[in-house]
T-cell receptor
Framework: EAQVTQNPRYLITVTGKKLTVTCSQN?????MSWYRQDPGLGLRQIYYSMNVEVTDKGDVPEGYKVSRKEKRNFPLILESPSPNQTSLYFCASSFRPRYEQYFGPGTRLTVT | AQKITQTQPGMFVQEKEAVTLDCTYD???????LFWYKQPSSGEMIFLIY????DQQNATEGRYSLNFQKARKSANLVISASQLGDSAMYFC?????????????WGLGTSLAVNP
């Protein structure tokens, strides 16, 4: 089944404790992206990747890191999480950037 | 600046009736794409329909159709024969085809409730 998977789906952590949210797609998509969704602010892009080893900042990259060592995986790293990073995070992928993006199920992160 | 506006925070519709969800956009790029996504209460984001700026005909996907009026910069979603399972948040999004990043710019969404 074609899909984008994210893990974990839910995470409660404390300020400063490094964490990684994994994202994997099995559709051989070149383009991958991370968004965060916050009430009243909608979805905002954090980082994106055009292909392996090619990543760039989106609109709200501060406090986040990404890597793209393999085509299928695009992990999101929070080196020192803070409460303002409490949000719903989505990973998305598409075959080429101009095509529709398919979303993972979301990761609900709470930083206390 | 590129922007998506969804003016209806909440909508109600009777089961089996049609409903139109409004979306207006602002861009100076000649080539762009418009998308609608559905987000049920479970949280996942489901792609519904796509309209390219150069497409001559309005997009349709089953019960979903997109009323694309380029001059007015509107891309309204029409859901025909509403079902209870259509109750969800609906997001309009736009992607510019200029530059390398094809990020989606999102509206704030419309909450649709389908009444039995």
């Amino acid at each position: 089944e074609a899909q984008v998977t994210q893990n974990p789906r839910y995470l409660i952590t404390v300020t400063g404790k490094k964490l990684t949210v994994t994202c994997s797609q099995n559709m051989n998509h070149e383009y991958m992206s991370w968004y965060r969704q916050d009430p009243g602010l909608g979805l905002r892009q954090i980082y994106y990747s055009m292909n392996v080893e090619v990543t760039d900042k989106g609109d709200v990259p501060e406090g986040y890191k990404v890597s793209r060592k393999e085509k299928r995986n695009f992990p999101l790293i929070l080196e020192s999480p803070s409460p303002n990073q409490t949000s719903l995070y989505f990973c998305a992928s598409s075959f080429r950037p101009r095509y529709e993006q398919y979303f993972g199920p979301g990761t609900r992160l709470t930083v206390t | 600046a590129q922007k998506i506006t969804q003016t209806q925070p909440g909508m109600f519709v009777q089961e089996k009736e049609a409903v139109t969800l409004d979306c207006t956009y602002d861009t100076s790029d000649p080539s762009y794409g418009l998308f609608w996504y559905k987000q049920p209460s479970s949280g996942e984001m489901i792609f519904l329909i796509y309209q390219g700026s150069y497409d001559q005909q309005n997009a349709t996907e089953g019960r979903y159709s997109l009323n694309f009026q380029k001059a007015r910069k509107s891309a309204n979603l029409v859901i025909s024969a509403s079902q209870l399972g259509d109750s969800a948040m609906y997001f309009c999004a736009m992607r510019s085809n200029a530059g390398n990043n094809r990020k989606l710019i999102w509206g704030l969404g419309t909450s649709l409730a389908v009444n039995p």
